[in-house]
């Protein structure tokens, strides 16, 4: 299809109207842009390190290693394949360990599916780190409008939106970072619904991780063939072939004339009027993970850690705990009584009962060892869970903690530690970053690494940064 005929498509089409902008929209960003960028680079590459270690990562290694050399880095290991496949790897990693950052808006996990995709791929191409930054700020941008076009019910009925919209995130970046004219970066988003499925279904097995591995792998596919004059339909997005059709339901334009309260900007329209506004990376902000689980269990999990700091509670002295949270929250924590780690991570009896009796629940609680710990699973059958059909928005997560001494407790809160009402200071972000990565990188692979990311936007080839990372 040729540029003659994109234009005559009718120009509220959001995949030519996102393309469009993605093809021209200046690269300037405002300072605090730039350095909240910084931070989830910071953030991400932080529990990518040792969810490279993860057997999940390994598993894609040997399974991917023999199928393509390249000079795209694989984090924390010596061998470097071609960027789809570093990409896979490196996205799974990021993932594995579910300690990498939410995004409202798309209602996913969107710093794993972007900057594993951007990296493989500036590494292939010679770029440097402000490209990067650039790419990450409009391949959110795309998600965050994308998201907000298919949720809340895209990711309600099932679809891991991670997976989903994280393809199309990442082939907005990718798109961006390769400097692709409008038609091809509207043919890139449109490849991209393609190549973009998963389904919640797969919480707590290999394959939750690996989702954010494809996604990057098909962001980094779908720019690559658009920019190789591979072209695509049209009406992906919007209409009733489209993603909204198809992944909604055929209920799709009474659903979204229902919404009298949309949450995150969530209106199931795809706005093409005010693609640059709000921007995303600085109206919504990110979750960024204090516990390597579930995000839905983090508001639970902020209560009780403080509740017994505050009063010295121990397991001894509780008789019953109600939780009291979105009916969203708890459908993505299906596992009572968890039988390995992977399972552990989408449970709010072990998130509870972990901090309940250790006052922590970081990366060596989720030890296989520990899930069967009998302290641990004895307060399984003492923690009910009561979903209210209602969003994160319109109702807080709240703790009823009944004590043996027939007193009560109650707290509830609206917004976890490391969201944009209670966010990380930088001090925060700099800590994870060292207990994440010090373990497994020799100390001057540490400083060397950390002062490059300091400088992120300064650096003038992006393989300063990764061969810190090998």
């Known amino acids: 299809m040729s540029s003659k005929d994109l234009s005559e498509v009718n120009q509220e089409n959001p995949i030519i109207e996102y393309g469009k902008w993605l093809a021209t929209h200046p690269k300037i960003w405002s300072e605090e842009t730039i350095k909240s960028t910084l931070l989830q680079f ?16 390994k598993d894609v290694i040997k399974t991917v290693e023999s199928w393509g050399a390249g000079s795209s880095t694989l984090i924390c290991n010596k061998k470097s394949l071609s960027a789809p496949w570093a990409a896979l790897v490196n996205g799974t990693a990021a993932h594995a360990l579910d300690f990498d950052d939410n995004f409202d808006p798309a209602k996913a996990h969107a710093s794993a599916v972007l900057i594993p995709a951007i990296l493989a791929l500036a590494e292939e191409n010679q770029l440097g ?27 309600n009925r099932g679809w891991h939106a991670t997976a989903t919209v994280g393809a199309i995130g990442a082939s907005a970046a990718c798109a961006r970072l390769l400097g692709l004219n409008q038609d091809q970066s509207s043919f890139a988003l449109s490849i991209s619904t393609s ?9 707590g097995t290999k394959m939750k991780p690996l989702h954010s591995g494809l996604a990057d792998k098909s962001g980094t596919i779908a720019a690559s063939l658009a920019k190789n004059n591979i072209t695509a339909g049209l009406q992906t997005f919007d209409g009733i072939n489209g993603m909204n059709y198809l992944m909604i339901g055929q209920d799709y334009e009474q659903l979204k004339e229902s919404i009298s309260k949309p949450q995150h900007g969530q209106t199931l329209k795809f706005d093409t009027k005010n693609i640059e506004e709000p921007l995303h990376l600085d109206f919504y902000g990110f979750r960024v993970k204090r516990f390597p689980n579930c995000g839905s269990a983090h508001r639970a999990m902020d209560i009780m850690l403080n509740l017994r700091n505050k009063l010295n509670l121990t397991p001894e002295k509780i008789k019953k705990i109600t939780v009291e949270a979105p009916i969203s929250h708890l459908n993505n924590l299906m596992y009572n009584n968890p039988k390995n780690s992977m399972e552990a991570k989408f449970s709010m009896q072990f998130a509870l009962s972990c901090i309940l009796n250790l006052g922590r629940c970081g990366l060596s609680e989720f030890k296989e060892t520990q899930i069967s710990c009998p302290d641990l699973k004895n307060i399984y059958d003492k923690i009910e869970l009561i ?16 004590l043996v001494d027939g007193s009560e407790i109650e707290e509830k809160t609206f917004f976890p530690v490391g969201s944009k009402n209670h966010p990380f200071s930088d001090a925060e972000y700099w800590n994870k970053f060292e207990e994440c990565s010090k373990i497994h990188l020799t100390k001057r692979n540490y400083t060397n690494l950390r002062n490059n990311l300091e400088k992120l936007d300064k650096l003038e080839s992006i393989s300063t940064l990764m061969k810190e990372l090998k």
Do not use: W
């Open 129 to 155: 780190g402000i490209q990067c930054i650039d790419a990450y700020i409009c391949g959110l941008q795309i998600m965050g409008k994308v998201g907000q076009g298919l949720n809340p019910y895209h990711r």
């Open 42 to 57: 910071v953030d991400l590459l932080a529990v990518t390190i040792p969810g490279s270690q993860e057997p999940v990562t």
């Open 387 to 402: 979903g209210v059909d209602k969003s994160e928005i319109e109702i807080p997560t709240k703790l009823t903690i009944k």
């Open 195 to 203: 190549l973009a499925s998963g389904f919640m279904s797969q919480f």
